[in-house]
Nanobody, 127 residues
């Protein structure tokens, strides 16, 4: 059974840090790219970051570039999102998702290309 489990969310003050985890099972981990998305109240789900689990290449949304870092521990089938210098506008439910076989680097933010989704974890940043 395919599963993606996002965890690590919580409440943090502005300027603080959190590390989110996405634990995967039920599929060949390094056949997939793993993306992080977030959805704030009243807003559309947006791409945050993505990692190619085979070669380690990464991409970031401009809004988080320089503050967030995505990484993969393939031995543990887990992807992490280290979030530093958090801002109130980072408040959202964060989701991880798995994408098999995509080759277009410009497509990573497109929700329909992802095959599997985790349940999400809530991040709240207070001012």
């Amino acid at each position: 059974e395919v599963q993606l489990q996002a965890s690590g969310g919580g409440v943090v003050q502005a300027g603080g840090s959190l590390r989110l985890s996405c634990a995967a099972s039920g599929f060949t981990f390094d056949d997939y790219a793993i993306g992080w998305f977030r959805q704030a109240p009243g807003k559309e789900r947006e791409g945050v970051s993505n990692i190619n689990t085979k070669d380690g290449s990464t991409v970031y949304a401009d809004s988080v570039k320089g503050r967030f870092t995505i990484s993969s521990d393939n031995a543990k089938n887990t992807v992490y999102l280290q979030m530093d210098s958090l801002k109130p506008e980072d408040t959202a439910v964060y989701y991880c998702a798995a994408d098999e076989g995509s080759k277009d680097p410009g497509a990573w933010k497109l929700i329909p290309i992802y095959d599997y989704w985790g349940q999400g974890t809530l991040v709240t940043v207070s001012s």
